[in-house]
């Protein structure tokens, strides 16, 4: 499974994006799917995560209500819509794969066996 994350770029402060993320090689449906990002100087940090169904999804607590994950299994994509964007936002926007998540550790990146190259968002201030 290769992941390939896009849609990242430059945006205003209260603006919105909408990340992509495919795979090339494989499905994804098999796999629970993760976003994960890293701002300069900090270490990374969980974002979202959705499980193989789509029916189960969990939120960093800084984008609830923000931020949404969405899996299309039907288009081997997974997406990451984000609105009301502020500058603590900037930061590489990964995504991930893995199985085997139980509730404690799908927020673990260690737990996530492939990784996308990466997307930047910035936010304006």
């Known amino acids: 499974v290769q992941l390939q994350a896009s849609g990242g770029g430059l945006v205003q402060a209260g603006g919105s994006l909408t990340l992509s993320c495919t795979s090339s090689g494989g499905t994804l449906r098999s796999y629970n799917m993760g976003w994960f990002r890293q701002a300069p100087g900090k270490e990374r940090e969980f974002v979202a995560a959705?499980?193989?169904?789509?029916?189960?999804?969990h939120y960093a607590d800084a984008v609830k209500g923000r931020f949404t994950i969405v899996r299309d299994n039907a288009k081997n994509t997974l997406y990451l819509q984000m609105r009301s964007l502020n500058p603590e936002d900037t930061a590489v926007y990964y995504c991930?794969?893995?199985?085997?998540?139980?509730?404690?550790?799908?927020?673990?990146?260690?737990?996530?066996?492939?990784w996308g190259q990466g997307t930047q968002v910035t936010v304006s201030s």
């Open positions: 991930a794969a893995g199985t085997g998540h139980i509730l404690s550790t799908i927020r673990e990146a260690e737990r996530y066996t492939y």
């Open positions: 959705i499980r193989t169904s789509g029916g189960s999804t």
